[in-house]
């Protein structure tokens, strides 16, 4: 036979067989489907749900316009960013417990209200190493700049943006200079993001005195509801679905202070004297940057060790 038939045979069967499966598949998919069975929620099955959104809200005592939907909407979005990044708010449920503790009695002291405790926490994530791309530092994200302009020493060796109640009582300067002059908690924690100058344009620039009247850019737009919005979350962490165990919240650190006000040569020696471990003494101490002191202006620094 010649390649020429055999080529042709082969093209007659594989034309065959071609027909076959396509009427097979007409007459298959053309029948009625089986009906697709509905979930039932009660059998386990993984499902996420929208938030209902509180009839009222306050931000440091000052009413949130919740019936706006521009508002509304706004907070919806933080609520859910917020709930449904499950890990993340596990930690600053975690957290909480530890620095909630120091810079609550701070605030009071300095007249700031509790609410901005929830500022700290979107800053840094309550994380007193947290460094940002631009360089803001420690749990309140002080620049060098606004830190040393609210008393904070930053060198080279020592850097109070790192010290938790130094930067909180420098934080509450700032609060209270932006409150007196904007007269209101609000924008005072909006500033904290734009700057006292940014927000102070947009005010003049928009005609208003209002913080939720403002169009803003992404960041600062979304600051304050994401701080109403973590608030909401831990003041009822079963409401939106977080269940912590007490022993699994991170205790506050137990210290007490020491004061030094010569130089130090090496701080793992320090620590050794004191029956510690550098690492540990670094934990309680974030501030102190490098593993000496020089001090050369006897300056008196407290340190913290454990009791």
């Not at 209200?113 to 929830?118: I, S, T, V």
């Not at 040569?265 to 002191?293: I, M, Q, V």
């Amino acid at each position: 036979m010649s390649k020429t038939n055999i080529y042709t045979r082969i093209l007659s069967v594989s034309s065959l067989v071609i027909a076959t499966v396509l009427v097979i598949q007409l007459f298959t998919f053309s029948s009625t489907p089986e009906p697709v069975k509905e979930t039932n929620k009660d059998c386990g099955e993984y499902a996420i749900y929208s938030l209902p959104i509180p009839d009222s809200m306050t931000f440091a005592g000052e009413s949130v316009p919740i019936r706006r939907n521009d508002v509304k909407e706004s907070l919806d979005r933080e609520l859910l960013i917020n709930t449904y990044w499950q890990s993340q708010t596990i930690l600053f449920i975690k957290r909480a417990n530890r620095y909630f503790p120091v810079i609550e009695p701070i605030l009071k002291e300095q007249g700031v209200p509790e609410d901005f405790k929830y500022l700290a926490l979107i800053e840094s994530g309550l994380m007193p190493r947290a460094v940002s791309p631009a360089g803001a530092a420690g749990i309140w994200q002080f620049m060098r700049t606004t830190a040393r302009e609210y008393g904070l020493e930053v060198t080279r060796e020592v850097d109070e943006r790192y010290n938790v109640e130094k930067a909180t009582v420098a934080a509450c300067k700032y609060f209270k200079k932006a409150y007196k002059h904007y007269g209101n908690w609000t924008l005072a924690a909006a500033s904290y993001n734009a700057g006292k100058t940014g927000i102070a344009k947009q005010l003049t620039r928009q005609k208003t005195d209002n913080y939720y009247d403002l169009l803003l850019g992404e960041e600062t737009g979304r600051y304050v509801y994401r701080i109403i919005a973590v608030k909401e979350i831990l003041s009822d962490p079963d409401k939106y679905g977080f269940h912590v165990n007490k022993q699994d919240l991170y205790p506050p650190y137990k210290t007490k202070h020491i004061e030094i006000n010569k130089p130090v040569k090496n701080f793992a020696d320090f620590a050794k004297e004191h029956n510690l471990s550098y690492k540990t003494f670094k934990d309680l101490n974030p501030w102190l940057r490098e593993s000496f002191l020089t001090n050369a202006s006897r300056r008196t620094y407290a340190v913290s060790i454990p009791e």
